[in-house]
DNA sequence: ATCATGGATCAGGTAATCTGATCCAAGGTG
DNA sequence: CACCTTGGATCAGATTACCTGATCCATGAT
């Protein structure tokens, strides 16, 4: 097994060769010629030949210095693009995160996090994901719900916040159509996240309510959608009450039955992610910031 | 400009990679493990991302790891193998000596040097060179004769020792054939070197004697063999007072005219070197041998 | 339950490395 | 031709990085 000679004296010469001087190569890597001078010299001994010609102004390269030069250059420039590449993946972070959970939660927090952690790169693509499996390959971290029955192995879940949900109606759509009862919901046109229902039908799973059809209404593409049309006076949208509690606070959203809330049996919010990549830097400085923006 | 990390975690990293474990890592290092688990904790640093997956027994490579480690292993084998190259081509020294020199001075003492030096492989190739051009690509030295006319620019030059050349046959030879006076070489068997009769021209142009020709004789490949033959009682040669030193005190070869030696007009055994050979470490401690010899 | 394995960690010592001043040789300049 | 500039060599002393060796800890095997 051929021995390495010291690295440090090779990483001097190459620099060294490349500059043509020693003290350029001293520039280079932030120390003084004395130091080039020395690192250099100790690699010719180690290899037995000069790899330099000593002349009044300057060196010039030595036949064995001309042979070992690009072999460094080379390999060394591979080393370094090889290692900047796992760096800077290592400021790349992946989210994946449900489009009403970004809009409505995520992205206005997200310049918090940008603002604390300026050199990770957030790459956020806001696109389901529940119903397929979690791409761990793809995203380092993905916004999901805990009750997923579909899910590969070796994911970690770390669980946000619980979903709470109520009928909400614009202030409009509650004057004038009648919502003073429950059973009043039959009548109402109810707005839904997907064309599954399957928002309506758990609630009322938790509160039945007799003449209620959960398949009556309109559908929409996720739930953010559902909200705003809710709040331009369509009818009647299932509200996450965490991530409508800007339009609750504003009044452009009530609920007609503000005791009638419903934690989703599918669970609250939480972030998936692969086992391996759990740890590292860039996801465990996430998670502990959506721990705290949760907490906050 | 990418940033090289520091060069020794680098090494013992892909050490510990090539092991999967860091204890082979230490041992190949010659360190022991902790030295290894720092060198690995400091480029993961580095670079923000884990390199090993810790288990209870032993590390395996994490995804990051798994990316840097054959560029490393690569690169340092190549500049291992580089550098291993360099450093045995450094006591490689590839020397040319004409034929008598290497049979009766050279060969005879090479072992000394051998002994002194046993780590430099010393590459003997025994021929002439002394009418073409020395060839200081291929030779490190040549032993050559100082006033030879065609030489090429930038080659070194070190005197050995002069020349003393006399007229020598065996005794027998002489108890046989007439040798009192100068002028019975014209009756004598010349035994020359070379076809070209130099040895014996020059020798009359010093001391002239009436009725010899020169041209008269056997012709040899070489001054050893024209040598070999005066001892076998062939005839006279003209022969090298120094290269027969142990023909003269074996008595197996006689000197006629003791009194009458010339020193060659082609100067004396010299070395010859490429300037920029001239300082190399396996070629001045053969100069300096050689020196030696010469002196001792 | 106990031991063996393999890594993490820490304080302390040592050796490698760097600094900064000085010296030197050669080429350029007026 | 004296002078200055350039670029490398060298040295003593300071500093830093590195290694050691002991200890600790988690886990899997016996």
């Known amino acids: 097994m051929p021995k390495l000679p010291p690295l440090n004296a090779l990483r001097a010469f190459e620099a060294a060769a490349r500059h043509e001087g020693f003290i350029g190569a001293a520039e280079e890597l932030h120390v003084t010629r004395g130091a080039v001078s020395?690192?250099?010299k100790l690699l010719e001994h180690h290899l037995g030949v000069p790899l330099f010609r000593r002349h009044a102004q300057g060196v010039s390269l030595s036949e064995a210095g001309r042979?070992?030069?690009?072999?460094?250059t080379e390999s060394f420039a591979r080393i370094a693009a090889e290692a900047e590449r796992i760096a800077s993946d290592a400021l790349d972070l992946h989210i994946i995160c449900p489009p009403a959970t970004s809009i409505r939660w995520l992205l206005p927090r997200l310049d918090r996090f940008r603002a604390r952690h300026p050199d990770i790169q957030v790459r956020l693509t806001t696109d389901f994901h529940c119903d397929t499996m979690f791409n761990g390959v793809e995203y380092d971290l993905g916004?999901?719900?805990?009750?997923?029955?579909?899910?590969?192995?070796n994911i970690a879940?770390?669980?946000?916040?619980?979903?709470?949900?109520?009928p909400a109606c614009s202030p409009a759509y509650r004057a004038s159509h009648p919502l003073e009862r429950p059973e009043d919901l039959a009548?109402?046109?109810?707005?839904?996240?997907?064309?599954?229902?399957g928002d309506w039908t758990d609630w009322l799973a938790t509160f039945p309510v007799t003449g209620v059809d959960p398949a009556q209404g309109h559908d929409f593409a996720n739930l953010d959608l559902a909200t705003r049309a809710a709040v331009m006076g369509t009818g009647v949208v299932m509200a996450d009450l965490m991530l409508c509690r800007d339009e609750l606070e504003a009044g452009t959203l009530v609920l007609p039955f503000p005791e009638m809330v419903s934690d989703s049996p599918l669970g609250g919010i939480c972030l998936l992610g692969m086992a391996d990549k759990w740890d590292l830097p860039k996801v465990r400085l996430f998670r502990d910031w959506v721990a705290e923006e949760v907490a906050g």
């Open 38 to 40: 020395r690192h250099v």
């Open 187 to 197: 009548q109402a046109d109810l707005l839904h996240e997907t064309p599954r229902h």
């Open 143 to 153: 916004f999901s719900i805990e009750n997923q029955p579909t899910r590969a192995p």
């Open 157 to 166: 879940v770390q669980g946000l916040f619980g979903v709470r949900m109520s």
């Open 67 to 72: 042979r070992l030069m690009p072999v460094l």
